[in-house]
């Protein structure tokens, strides 16, 4: 697993874990950079989550819009966090290619969800992956 990879998936933990408790990814993000007992958090974790959170929104209203029969509450929180990820890398992440934010969070939710879920990311993200050009333009 390569080095963005890593980050990548330290940064959906960290996605996952401030959704389920209720809390700011950010501050959570704080609170493990330079704790003894954890491993250090990488730039590109840091960015992804501040990314994240400030662009949430916007990323939830996307989502929920092209998630065909899903809303955001039902969806598994694995989900939510892999689909903010990739969406922000889609819109936001200028050297990140389209087809690498949508292959890299196929692979983590092949990797932390269900079984289902590789197909569900990969159709929310192809829908929006196919506008992302004028959406950048909006951004």
Sequence with gaps: MGARSKARKRAVDILFEADVRGEDAV???TERMGHPDLPPVREYTVTLVEGVTANRARIDELISQYAEGWTLARMPAVD???LR???Y???WA???DDAVAIDEA???ARTLSTDNSPRFVN???DRIGR???RLRATR
Aim: aromatic share 0%.
């Design 27 to 29: 501050t959570m993000l």
């Design 131 to 133: 506008i992302a050009h």
């Design 80 to 82: 939510r966090a892999v």
């Design 123 to 125: 159709g929310v993200l």
């Design 94 to 96: 200028d050297d990140v």
């Design 85 to 87: 990820l990739g969406l």
């Design 89 to 91: 890398e889609l819109l």
């Design 106 to 108: 196929v692979e983590l």
